[in-house]
């Protein structure tokens, strides 16, 4: 397989342009490191030039002045999610699966179980929020806090 690299031209603006489209590139500038599939990914921290047009970006490799092309990563689509009322919610059995996650019973979507932990302390404060077991929910920002020592989750605002 080759690796096509690129020396980027400019237009009369000084501004970077595709060599694919000849459209002017967008800047983005680098990151903090993320965590991609469990992999810390350090080219989050590289500035880009972004073309939407051809779907590529381009990062320069090692400060030589050459130009790596790379896929844009399409934006996740977004669902709509009908979100129950928390005045609806009564008192339920959660169970979690083998992967520590539950289905939402306001949205749906896989919620995440966080073990309880020991007290920390935030700002000079006891921080109590992760005491206790708890299923969290990304989706929707929900919390099911345990009801004392039984199977039995209530929805929480903390």
């Known amino acids: 397989m080759e690796m096509a690299v690129y020396q980027l031209d400019k237009n009369e603006q000084g501004q970077y342009i595709c060599p694919k489209c000849r459209g002017t590139l967008q800047f983005v500038d680098g990151t903090a490191v993320q965590i991609v599939d469990g992999k810390a990914d350090m080219s989050a921290i590289l500035p880009k030039y972004e073309c939407h047009k051809c779907g590529v970006y381009f990062?320069?490799?090692?400060?030589?002045?050459?130009?790596?092309?790379?896929?844009?990563?399409?934006?996740?689509?977004?669902?709509?999610?009908?979100?129950?009322?928390?005045?609806?919610?009564?008192?339920?059995?959660?169970?979690?699966?083998?992967?520590?996650?539950?289905?939402?019973?306001?949205?749906?979507?896989?919620?995440?179980?966080?073990?309880?932990?020991?007290?920390?302390?935030v700002d000079g404060r006891a921080d109590m929020e992760n005491v206790k077991d708890h299923f969290h929910c990304s989706h929707c920002s929900s919390k099911f806090r345990r009801i004392a020592s039984t199977d039995y989750f209530q929805w929480s605002e903390k």
């Open 59 to 121: 990062q320069e490799l090692l400060g030589s002045g050459f130009y790596d092309e790379h896929d844009l990563k399409k934006p996740p689509q977004t669902k709509v999610v009908n979100v129950r009322n928390t005045g609806d919610l009564e008192p339920m059995l959660l169970k979690k699966d083998i992967n520590n996650q539950c289905v939402c019973p306001r949205c749906g979507e896989m919620m995440d179980f966080v073990e309880g932990q020991p007290v920390r302390i």
